[in-house]
């Protein structure tokens, strides 16, 4: 009997460059314990610095696709009026989510604080946009070794998994804060 051992990180190299994809950050026969994303770690270290965050829309790949048929659309109508109206809308929407998150996060202290009036301080608000990675662990089947007995040959296969970086997804954040006076 005859074997012949083949390579998988080739293959899955291939496929990760066919389907336009950074290379595999882990490769091998084992699946990678892969989080997808860390928009919890990030929300974390944002909310740590104190005060009340709420987080607006994010612009996520669902959104990235969103953007690709309005720019389709305005070479193919050859206006930037698709392009300027997503954007408008996007930010109205993403407007109307912190607005609705900031109103909120000011009753729940109005209510955590009962009869408290917030006159005494000054707010303070910053903001800014959250960057998530984002990653998946993809998996292919590839030939291990062939086996060949006298006419018979057998392809002997095994999986080969990586984890691949994803786009990063954005979404806006506001923090609202009371700063005490100085005595």
Known sequence: MT?????????????????GLSAPAVAGP?????????????????????GTVVFGK???H??????????AT???TETPAPVVAYFQEFAAESTRALATGLKQALILMAL?????????????????????????AIGIEVPDRVEIKGFNVTVRKRMEWAKVQ????????????????SP
């Open 58 to 60: 994010e612009l996520d």
């Open 3 to 19: 074997r012949f051992r083949l390579t998988g990180l080739w293959s899955l190299g291939v496929l990760c460059w066919h389907l």
């Open 30 to 50: 084992d699946k990678p314990d892969v989080k997808e994303t860390n928009r919890a770690e990030v929300q974390t270290r944002i909310c740590g610095a104190g």
């Open 112 to 136: 955590r604080n009962p009869g408290k009036v917030f006159r005494d301080g000054k707010w303070e608000v910053t903001g800014g946009f959250a960057t998530y990675e984002h990653w998946k």
């Open 62 to 71: 669902a959104e990235y696709l969103k953007i690709a048929g309005a720019l």
């Open 166 to 181: 994803l786009p990063n997804t954005h979404q806006p954040w506001v923090r609202l804060q009371i700063i005490k006076e």
């Open 74 to 76: 305005a070479i193919a």
